[in-house]
């Protein structure tokens, strides 16, 4: 039976390559990947810039010709600027692999790591059920738990951050 480490690597293989569906069978044990093979389309958003106070310079009036009232438009803008994103400098740990995310090794256990705890490289800190299988999910990071991203029980996908890690 292959290990965790050893399908993180046939993932990340085949993710870089043009392989678009691998199968690997040993003593009963079966491996089956398949990249999603659409196309996504992407259209950029037109953001407006921001519009200046309009000023009408004063027209002459001529004799007998009657001028509409002119109201020049103000209008209001404003300009936001972005916020530092605090997620900036952390180190996110993620799934290798689509499954069910558990924050305990069992029901009536403690969790693995809560918000506040330091982990190293080799620190396991959650588990992730694919196919009936529990596979215990490394930190492979140095640093403190800073935000726990899903919940015990949820689905996650492959490569999704499940864990933000302030580093050392």
Known sequence: MLKVQEIREIIK???QSSIDEFVYELDGAKIEMK???GTIVSEPVQVPAPQVPVQQAPVAQTAGAQQPAVSPAV???TVSVPQPDKKEGLTEITSPMVGT????PSPDADTYVKVGDRVDASTVVCIVEAMKLFNEIEAEATGEIVEILVKDGQLVEYGQPLFLVNPE
Request: aromatic share 16%.
């Open 13 to 15: 293989l085949i993710d």
């Open 101 to 104: 995310f558990y924050q305990k």
């Open 35 to 37: 990249k999603k093979t």
């Open 75 to 77: 209008q209001e803008s």
